[in-house]
């Protein structure tokens, strides 16, 4: 029988807020509870703040691209960034053990062409309907044996989004968070907001906002707030200020990272009845699905003007929450995990 999992590589680094690098950062600090450590190799640089904190947590960075730091037993993991696979033939020159963690919906070109060429030894998902999904569309490229999927139970460190459970009630803030991407804007964002109806005076923020998103849905009313990014203000006082997370998208989320997120620090989400929202809320009980841009606005318009309901919903979300991303069931799943890695050929 072979060793334990003794350390593991990831290519690519932690970020602030949602996606795959919150989720990075929150999966490190359960493979170090497994004992294994942990080693980044940056695709593009490294973020001084979050590298200082890795740092002293004992993660171990290396250089930009530093391949040689591989050895044959070494895995190395990479979390939905496409560059990884078109690095296969250089990274495969120092091991085999190749993981490839598509954190989207969809298939990339470069994730078909690796797997065609048998570069990724295992592919892993955050849901399994996904998984199901992309193992079918896949499988028929290359029938090879020494090619797996799995699904992993993701963890989210809630600790690090506190619970607020006394926010204005002079004031109703609704808002949306994610990277500054028009992908993430539903056209119809701006419409839905002006249609929200509230008792009080309406506050809107966005955070990841940019002129791309702008020329997409239009120019917001003086009364939304739009932020770039989390250097302005960072996520945990943008989930402070906002009593819903309104959210309607033109994409379809995997296993959304602000689900978690909203739902421990108290934040009702409103999102699209579709994907992996349909997984994660529980319709009228720790949020809303909606179908169409009239429910949008009528069940933020609920929240609005039933504060009592929506506190209910917020604590019945937070534990929700608890129980998805828990840290025991996440741990298990790891474990089962690096043990089938370690199985992997050298």
Request: proline residues 7%.
């Given at each position: 029988?072979?060793?334990?999992?003794?350390?593991?590589?990831?290519?690519?680094?932690?970020?602030?807020?949602?996606?795959?690098?919150?989720?990075?950062?929150?999966?490190?600090?359960?493979?170090?509870?497994?004992?294994?450590?942990?080693?980044?190799?940056?695709?593009?640089?490294?973020?001084?703040?979050?590298?200082?904190?890795?740092?002293?947590?004992?993660?171990?960075?290396?250089?930009?691209?530093?391949?040689?730091?591989?050895?044959?037993?070494?895995?190395?993991?990479?979390?939905?960034?496409?560059?990884?696979?078109?690095?296969?033939?250089?990274?495969?020159?120092?091991?085999?053990?190749?993981?490839?963690?598509?954190?989207?919906?969809?298939?990339?070109?470069?994730?078909?062409?690796?797997?065609?060429?048998?570069?990724?030894?295992?592919?892993?998902?955050?849901?399994?309907?996904?998984?199901?999904?992309?193992?079918?569309?896949?499988?028929?490229?290359?029938?090879?044996?020494?090619?797996?999927?799995?699904?992993?139970?993701?963890?989210?460190?809630?600790?690090?989004?506190?619970?607020?459970?006394?926010?204005?009630?002079?004031?109703?803030?609704?808002?949306?968070?994610?990277?500054?991407?028009?992908?993430?804007?539903?056209?119809?964002?701006?419409?839905?907001?002006?249609?929200?109806?509230?008792?009080?005076?309406?506050?809107?923020?966005?955070?990841?906002?940019?002129?791309?998103?702008?020329?997409?849905?239009?120019?917001?009313?003086?009364?939304?707030?739009?932020?770039?990014?989390?250097?302005?203000?960072?996520?945990?006082?943008?989930?402070?200020?906002?009593?819903?997370?309104?959210?309607?998208?033109n994409t379809t989320e995997n296993w959304p990272r602000i689900g978690f997120e909203a739902m421990a620090s108290g934040s009702v989400l409103i999102v699209d009845n579709r994907?992996?929202?349909?997984?994660?809320?529980?319709?009228?009980?720790?949020?809303?699905?909606?179908?169409?841009?009239?429910?949008?606005?009528?069940?933020?318009?609920?929240?609005?003007?039933?504060?009592?309901?929506?506190?209910?919903?917020?604590?019945?979300?937070?534990?929700?929450?608890?129980?998805?991303?828990?840290?025991?069931?996440?741990?298990?799943?790891?474990?089962?995990?690096?043990?089938?890695?370690?199985?992997?050929?050298?």
């Amino acid at each position: 029988m072979k060793t334990p999992l003794k350390r593991i590589f990831v290519y690519g680094f932690p970020h602030t807020y949602g996606g795959a690098g919150t989720e990075l950062d929150h999966h490190i600090r359960v493979w170090q509870r497994l004992g294994v450590e942990v080693h980044l190799i940056p695709s593009w640089g490294t973020m001084k703040p979050i590298a200082a904190d890795l740092l002293q947590r004992g993660v171990i960075i290396h250089e930009k691209d530093e391949w040689a730091a591989l050895t044959p037993e070494d895995p190395i993991l990479c979390l939905c960034n496409p560059y990884f696979l078109t690095l296969m033939p250089e990274i495969r020159q120092h091991t085999r053990r190749t993981v490839w963690m598509n954190c989207m919906t969809w298939i990339f070109d470069q994730e078909k062409a690796a797997m065609e060429q048998g570069h990724i030894a295992l592919f892993l998902y955050q849901n399994d309907n996904v998984r199901q999904a992309h193992q079918a569309a896949l499988r028929p490229l290359n029938g090879s044996h020494d090619i797996h999927f799995r699904t992993v139970t993701p963890y989210f460190h809630e600790a690090d989004f506190p619970y607020i459970g006394d926010r204005p009630s002079d004031t109703f803030c609704c808002g949306r968070i994610s990277r500054a991407s028009p992908d993430k804007y539903a056209r119809n964002t701006l419409r839905i907001y002006e249609g929200l109806a509230s008792p009080v005076p309406k506050k809107g923020l966005f955070l990841g906002y940019d002129e791309r998103c702008e020329e997409k849905i239009g120019t917001p009313s003086p009364w939304i707030r739009t932020i770039p990014n989390s250097n302005t203000l960072s996520p945990q006082d943008f989930y402070r200020q906002c009593h819903i997370i309104l959210q309607p998208t033109n994409t379809t989320e995997n296993w959304p990272r602000i689900g978690f997120e909203a739902m421990a620090s108290g934040s009702v989400l409103i999102v699209d009845n579709r994907g992996g929202w349909r997984q994660m809320v529980k319709h009228g009980i720790t949020g809303w699905l909606c179908n169409h841009e009239r429910d949008f606005i009528y069940y933020a318009s609920k929240m609005a003007y039933e504060p009592n309901l929506r506190a209910d919903m917020a604590e019945a979300a937070r534990e929700w929450g608890l129980q998805l991303g828990g840290l025991s069931a996440s741990m298990e799943s790891w474990e089962e995990v690096f043990a089938a890695i370690n199985q992997l050929p050298e």
